[in-house]
């Protein structure tokens, strides 16, 4: 293991071990993006997977929006679709479109295309090394958080070719090939298992699990198709480097929160739709939470986003809290926003606390 900067700020790994802390920590999804000028300038000169897979470039744009905002984690600068990537397929970066593979997989035979879960992970060293450069840069000012896309988030993908608003090839793989799904879900998690124990080793503090589709499968399909695989994923991962606190982020998937909860994870994330009260009820004080505001509430004035994040904490109440947004941020957000956000959490659950 390297020798890193001893950690300044662990509230982010307390709250997500359920401990108590002075004020709820608070991170923000997509916090290193398109919303800063300084992020867009640097993206000026080079395309997006040239950052990603440049480690002094990610390690700089991970570390951009801390010198803004007193966040209290930083994320890798990455993305979900290096591990497709990794697996042998073709993934663009297309200005104003979003991700475009070129030759998504048509049908079970192409499941012969992709490389083994061996010959993937040494395809990841530049993920490992980004996360080493940049944790030594925080010189532990907060902690450092990995992640990855889930199985089927990164199936709905490798299938579809590109976002979609109803992966209708993705999901019908699920009906028309189960078992061909299944073992395309299986190749997944076993590079992901690797993946993200590796990523615990080069410097990540915490870890999470984008389901980022998970809202576009019915219960059944969900406990067919995903679930099985969130669990195998975090119990590797768990068995591996036990210390490491998980996050899944199982977007749309509200039905699925008493699950979840007993699905091997410290944190689940909750989208805007859920109400916090509700999840509680239903996660039975078993993992903490994170979340939840509504990325939009950023568009409002200082004092309306100041209503809205009293709202939330009030809503979540006294147990074990990671302040988010209920997504990512928005390119059109405005930065100053989003330091009132995060300053609003700081101020107000801090008054909440006993003490």
């Known amino acids: ?71 209290d984690a930083a994320i890798i600068f990455s993305d979900i679709l290096v591990v497709p990537q990794a697996l042998g397929m073709e993934v663009e970066m297309v200005k104003g479109t979003g991700p475009h593979f070129p030759r998504p997989l048509d049908g079970p035979a192409d499941l012969d295309r992709l490389r083994s879960p061996e010959d993937a992970a ?119 480097r036990p210390g490491v606190p998980l996050i899944v982020f199982a977007r749309g998937a509200n039905y699925a929160l008493p699950d979840l909860a007993e699905a091997g994870y410290d944190v689940v994330g909750l989208d805007w739709t859920v109400d916090p009260a509700e999840a509680r009820a239903a996660v039975a004080g078993r993992v903490a939470l994170q979340g939840n505001l509504d990325p939009c509430a950023l568009y409002a004035s200082p004092a309306v986003i100041r209503e809205e994040v009293e709202r939330m904490l009030d809503a979540f109440g006294p147990g074990a809290h990671i302040a988010n947004l209920g997504h990512g941020l928005h390119p059109t957000h405005d930065p100053a926003h989003v330091g009132v956000f995060v300053e609003a959490v700081h101020e107000l659950s801090a008054a909440q606390r006993p003490g």
């Not at 950690?7 to 991170?27: C, H, M, S």
């Not at 590079?191 to 219960?219: E, H, I, K, N």
């Open 1 to 71: 293991m390297p020798d890193f900067p001893l950690l300044k700020n662990d509230l982010i790994l307390r709250a997500a071990r359920g401990e108590p802390t002075e004020r709820a920590p608070v991170w923000i999804m997509r916090q290193a993006g398109r919303y800063l000028p300084e992020y867009r300038a640097l993206r000026a000169e080079d395309e997006f997977f040239t950052v990603v897979r440049t480690p002094e470039l990610a390690a700089e744009v991970t570390l951009q929006p801390l010198e803004r905002i007193p966040l």
């Open 122 to 240: 040494g395809d990841l060293e530049y993920v490992y090394t980004a996360l080493s450069v940049t944790r030594r840069q925080l010189g532990g000012r907060v902690p450092l958080i990995g992640f990855c896309g889930a199985p089927w988030t990164l199936m709905a993908y490798m299938i579809e070719g590109g976002g979609s608003k109803t992966f209708a090839r993705s999901k019908a793989w699920l009906y028309a090939h189960p078992e061909a799904s299944h073992r395309l879900l299986q190749r997944i998690t076993d590079v992901l298992a690797g993946y993200l124990v590796r990523q615990a080793d080069a410097g990540a503090q915490l870890l999470q699990v984008f389901d980022s589709w998970a809202g576009l499968l019915t219960p059944a399909a969900f406990r067919s198709f995903a679930l099985p695989y969130l669990r195998d994923l975090a119990g590797r991962v768990r068995a591996e």
